[in-house]
């Protein structure tokens, strides 16, 4: 057993009583804006939610790993893949279903109508500027799927003077990457332009499959441009796409299977000062999710989610705090090979909300309402609030409502060898409560975040009647504990997080597959002039998979896949002030764990590159 999570809990314990009675000698920790909580701009000790970001700089030091990898570090996320670089891959946001996690990308959906996630394969991390992680059920801010929370991508920009950035990069697998861009802001100009390509020789996906090496190469390109009229007016436009091709292990070990799979977004926006205390914004914007599965060269099926959106937002400054006011419009359409009763829906939403704060006291509330085309409206609501008993201290309670449709495969699919639709499912519907206790200082953060999560109607794909998976509505409930720190002390930044939960299926008493009951990351950072080292644990207990056996209970037999505790190591060395090289490597000791049944994790690997950031 997987011990990690449980003796970390003791010692973090420890050390956040040893390191708050001692921050004098610590480096300040940067506070940061975030949108994605409230969908308006706020200091994050300033929040209810629970709240991150992924910086540009972290990102830089991931290196090698996938967008996935990277998320599956951070606090109450997991994740899992069949195979390596460019395969599907799921996450998990506080034990919930990859489904629930709503995926945006400069404000826009991406999530596919199909298999209802984002294709997060197809995201290089080259185009990303920094990520913003709200943990919780948010459709009373962002309607349907956002059950267990919302992934906020914002693709790189730039300030100041025209600056030029490029990278190239080469590891195991054959893995290259280059990336190449310019930004650039000035008082009425802002742009940035980036492209990249990856490509990696990749390794074979599956057991008992085809043993060639399953590769995966993508190209992408994303870019920003707006004019400024002044502060408080603005128009632009925001684009990014990613195409990008992998092959996979099928049904024969003989055959050679491939994914071609293109995803993009593009968008147009004005923010204006209609009022003083009257700022609008309008977005009207498309994303397109196309993939089209080879045999031997020949297409077979092809998928193509296309997305309409429109939103107006309005932020009106009040006497006491500040309230919100939006209007959205998304149009759904699926262009597929399948054979699919309906392959198109709109939802028209209408949103509201109001923060402020008096003396210690804070709160929040939002409500929602989303009318679906051929379905019963849904309303959702949350309701937030916080108490500061110190300059440093803070807790917090929030009750919150969720929905989530049911994708098009859940209802329609007919797809041999991976599953039959259900047209009787109902819409999943989440009821939250959470209660969170905050330490924050300028050289320390630190949080922990209890949460009861019931799901009803949870839409849960197995064996119930054969050998073909169907979905059916069950009764889920999820509960768990956050426990998260972050510090500065001097040369040293110091981060961890443990994750205890229990994702129950609530219809069998079983645990939910492919997630953990605990989870955990230490990561340790240290600056000497020109040098940079980095490590981090990341480790997880064991969870269950199902595979299909006709004599067993349910027609499936429940497998368990094994703990794991795995270290990356990563360096840098800073020839000038614009010119870098670096290290990484990952899985340092070669650990072999698995995510989903019969499919491989990369080995040990290693990435070496050169970085120009021009300043």
Do not use: C
Not at 158 to 181: D, H, I, Q, V, W
Not at 510 to 519: F, I
Request: no cysteine; aromatic share 10%.
């Amino acid at each position: 057993m997987n011990t990690f999570p449980l003796r970390a809990t003791k010692t973090l314990a420890t050390l956040l009583l040893v390191l708050a009675a001692d921050a004098t000698r610590a480096a300040e920790v940067i506070d940061p804006i975030i949108v994605t909580a409230t969908r308006q701009e706020a200091r994050s000790n300033d929040l209810l939610s629970d709240v991150s970001v992924i910086t540009r700089e972290e990102i830089e030091a991931a290196g090698q790993s996938s967008l996935p990898e990277l998320l599956g570090r951070q606090a109450g996320i997991e994740f899992d893949a069949n195979g390596g670089a460019g395969s599907t891959m799921s996450l998990y946001i506080r034990g919930s279903n990859s489904e629930h996690a709503l995926v945006l990308i400069d404000g826009m959906r991406i999530n596919t109508a199909t298999m209802g996630k984002a294709s997060l394969s197809r995201i290089p991390l080259s185009q990303i500027e920094r990520i913003e992680i709200l943990r919780g059920p948010a459709s009373s801010l962002y309607g349907a799927d956002a059950i267990g929370g919302v992934i906020q991508i914002f693709t790189r920009q730039g300030s100041g003077p025209a600056r030029f950035n490029a990278e190239a990069g080469y590891g195991t697998y054959n893995t290259n990457r280059l990336s190449a861009g310019v930004s650039a802001r000035n008082e009425r100009w802002k742009y940035s332009f980036q492209a990249a390509y990856d490509e990696t020789a990749g390794y074979s996906n599956k057991l008992n499959a085809n043993p060639d090496k399953d590769g995966f190469r993508d190209s992408s390109f994303s870019g920003k441009l707006a004019y400024q009229f002044d502060t408080d007016n603005e128009v632009g436009v925001n684009a990014f796409s990613s195409d990008g091709r992998n092959q996979y292990d099928g049904l024969s070990k003989t055959k050679d299977y491939r994914i071609d799979n293109s995803v993009s977004s593009y968008s147009l926006y004005s923010r204006n000062r209609l009022r003083p205390a009257w700022q609008s914004s309008v977005r009207l914007g498309h994303s397109i999710d196309d993939s089209t599965d080879h045999t031997d060269g020949v297409p077979k099926n092809y998928y193509r989610t296309e997305q309409d959106q429109v939103s107006w937002q309005n932020d009106i400054d009040l006497p006491l705090g500040r309230a919100l006011f939006a209007a959205e419009w998304l149009k759904q359409d699926l262009t597929t090979s399948g054979r699919y009763d309906k392959t198109g829906r709109t939802i028209s939403s209408l949103l509201a909300g109001w923060g402020a704060a008096a003396g210690a006291h804070r709160w929040q509330f939002n409500g929602r309402h989303d009318d679906v085309s051929g379905q019963t409206a849904k309303s959702t609501g949350a309701a937030s609030y916080g108490y500061q008993f110190t300059d440093a201290w803070r807790a917090a309670a929030a009750y919150g409502t969720a929905f989530k449709l049911p994708t098009m495969n859940d209802l329609y699919s007919n797809i041999p060898g991976m599953g039959v639709g259900n047209p009787d499912l109902k819409p999943e519907y989440a009821r939250n409560r959470e209660l969170s206790l905050h330490y924050d200082t300028p050289q320390q953060k630190a949080s922990l975040t209890w949460f009861d999560n019931r799901i009803d109607n949870f839409i849960e794909w197995a064996y119930y009647a054969g050998a073909t998976k169907e979905p059916r509505n069950i009764a889920a409930r999820i509960t768990g504990w956050t426990l998260a720190w972050k510090g500065n002390y001097g040369p040293f930044s110091l981060r961890t997080s443990i994750d205890l939960q229990d994702p129950r299926n609530e219809t069998s008493d079983d645990q939910l597959l492919r997630r953990s009951r605990e989870h955990a990351s230490l990561g340790a950072d240290y600056q000497s002039g020109r040098w940079s080292f980095g490590s981090e644990l990341v480790s997880s207990g064991m969870r269950n998979d199902s595979v299909y056996a006709a004599s067993a209970p349910g027609r499936q037999r429940i497998v368990r896949l094994g703990g794991y505790t795995l270290l990356n190591l990563n360096a840098s060395y800073r020839i000038d002030r614009e010119v870098s090289l670096f290290v990484r490597a990952n899985n340092v000791f070669d650990k072999q764990y698995t995510l989903v049944q019969d499919y491989f994790t990369p080995g040990a690997s290693v990435f070496v590159g050169i970085r120009y950031a021009q300043k």
